[in-house]
């Protein structure tokens, strides 16, 4: 490939990934291939040679959102509470999945078989980025050793799914969070997340 068409490709790639993040923004995870090569002018087949799976166009999407949710855990690491900071991350990943259309799906474990080159990534990275929060919390007996990092990403995504056509999605996804970290025994209302840490 020549220097101009290096160029050309990069053109290519960074005008389909803005266009597809406003129609992900809009539609979600089912936005339209074939609407996102007309708006960015370009053809089916060079959209799809950026992005072969609608899972690739999806982890490219939501890119920036999970380095932004990675760089947040590393900042919580240091926090005296590891139950709070574990909490403050995990409801800022729902806050994310919430409002993000399209990170849910890109975040969801479907049971196909793993792309070599797409291999979800972003699960990968925030699972990484979580992992230490985790360990910190369960080493000081604040969270039950059994749970993983995978747990809690598989948590988060089933309420951003599970709300997403709500009419306050964000909204919604924070109380369904708040209820599911609180406990459904009586007394156990759905107070925030932090607060009930603050309570222990």
């Known amino acids: 490939m020549t220097g101009r068409q290096r160029a050309d490709a990069r053109r290519n790639y960074a005008r389909i990934l803005a266009v597809a993040e406003d129609e992900v923004a809009a539609h979600g995870a089912d936005a339209s291939l074939e609407q996102i090569a007309r708006v960015a002018g370009v ?37 005296d509470d590891s139950r709070k900071a574990l909490l403050d991350w995990l409801s800022d990943v729902v806050a994310y999945a919430a409002s993000a259309r399209g990170l849910a799906a890109a975040l969801a474990y479907d049971g196909s078989a793993p792309d070599p080159v797409y291999e979800n990534s972003c699960a990968a990275t925030l699972e990484e980025a979580g992992a230490p929060l985790l360990d910190r919390a369960v080493r000081d007996g604040a969270v039950a050793a059994e749970v993983t990092v995978a747990d809690l990403i598989t948590l988060v995504v089933g309420i951003a799914l599970a709300t997403e056509h709500r009419q306050d999605p964000a909204a919604q996804a924070d109380r369904m969070f708040r209820l599911t970290v609180a406990g459904l025994s009586p007394g156990n209302g759905p107070r925030s997340a932090t607060d009930r840490a603050g309570a222990r």
């Open 43 to 79: 053809g089916s087949a060079t959209v799809r040679r950026h992005f072969p799976t609608r899972r690739a166009l999806l982890e490219a999407v939501s890119h920036r959102r999970v380095e932004a949710l990675s760089a947040r855990a590393r900042d919580l690491a240091g926090e």
